[in-house]
């Protein structure tokens, strides 16, 4: 349902996060379960349920989240090298359905990933 996941509470500040960065088109905090020593969470305000539910109309948002993630990552400390990731529905391991970024650092990544 698009009006009922997690990390609509979580912009909406009915339950708490580590919130390290607010603006009008997204929120972004650390992952309750960190796959790496920096690994944050990066939410369009916006309710996208999937990356394959992008519209020309989100090209600008989906600018502006990279766009703090990179900001993140130098605020982080770790853009000597990060990983972003997306996941896209189910099959890619995508749980929460309320598109976002995860911004991953602070340690070497392998490839292929998982
Ligand atoms: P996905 O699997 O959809 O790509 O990513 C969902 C991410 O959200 C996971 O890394 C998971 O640990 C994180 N997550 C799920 N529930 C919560 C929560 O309540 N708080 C925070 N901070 N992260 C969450």
Known sequence: MLG?????????KKIPARIIHEDEHCVAFHDINPQAPVHVLIVPRKV?????DIKAED???LGHLH?????????????DGYRLVLNC???AG???????LHLL???NFTWPPG
Do not use: S, W, Y
């Open 4 to 12: 009922d996941n997690i990390f609509l509470k979580i912009i909406e």
């Open 48 to 52: 996208i349920p999937t990356h394959a």
């Open 59 to 61: 090209c600008e948002l």
């Open 67 to 79: 766009l703090v993630a990179a900001q993140l990552a130098e605020k982080l400390g770790i853009n």
């Open 89 to 91: 529905k189910e099959r």
């Open 94 to 100: 995508q749980t929460v359905p309320h598109l976002h």
């Open 105 to 107: 650092g602070g340690r």
